[in-house]
């Protein structure tokens, strides 16, 4: 049976799309709205880093796209032990903030994220290789903290660092809550030598956190 086309308004607009993206923007919002009020002390304490795993929770299922889905997934890595340590607290610190930066840039579509505004490889490189293939890691992860990224790597047989890439690196991998404004960041020396690297022929690659995470189980 062929698919049936997507209902249409009076100019022609796709109906069910258009109020799901108006619905996912207001939910995007709020996020960033409980993100903000939490963080204006400074800090996440363990009440509300449960008030926000619980609301995320909610919200995600009926959102499935970024950011909740990456979001949910590191909340439940954190919560997987059913505690939030001081350390995981912090991490989600860092996330709210990047959830608050992100608020702060200009609307996006949403297909689109923070790292589609960086020099990626396009088309990026499929598959990825991971065995004895040398990765550099840089920005923050939806996927999780520095170390949760590393593991994945090398669980695959890959070589991860987050050391500035050289002529032997083969990846650039970009956290998604990479900045805009990437070249006034710490990581951006990273990502500009990389770029400098790809210019000289040396085969190195640069992707997005969402690319990498395709090949990674």
Known sequence: MAPQPTPSDAHGQPVRLFHRANNTAKAVDQLVGICTGILADGEVNENEAVFFAEWVRKHAPA?????FTDVLQRIERIF????????ERAELKDVMEALCGFSQEPPLPMAENLSTSLPLCMPQPHPLLFANQQFVVTGKFAYGARTAVFEAITALGGLPTDSAPTKTTNYVVIGVFA??????????RKIEKAVQLREKGTGISIVSEEHWKQFVH
């Open 63 to 67: 959102e499935p796209v970024w950011p």
């Open 80 to 87: 997987a032990d059913g505690v939030c340590d001081a350390e």
């Open 179 to 188: 900045s805009r404004d990437w070249i006034n960041t710490s990581h951006g």
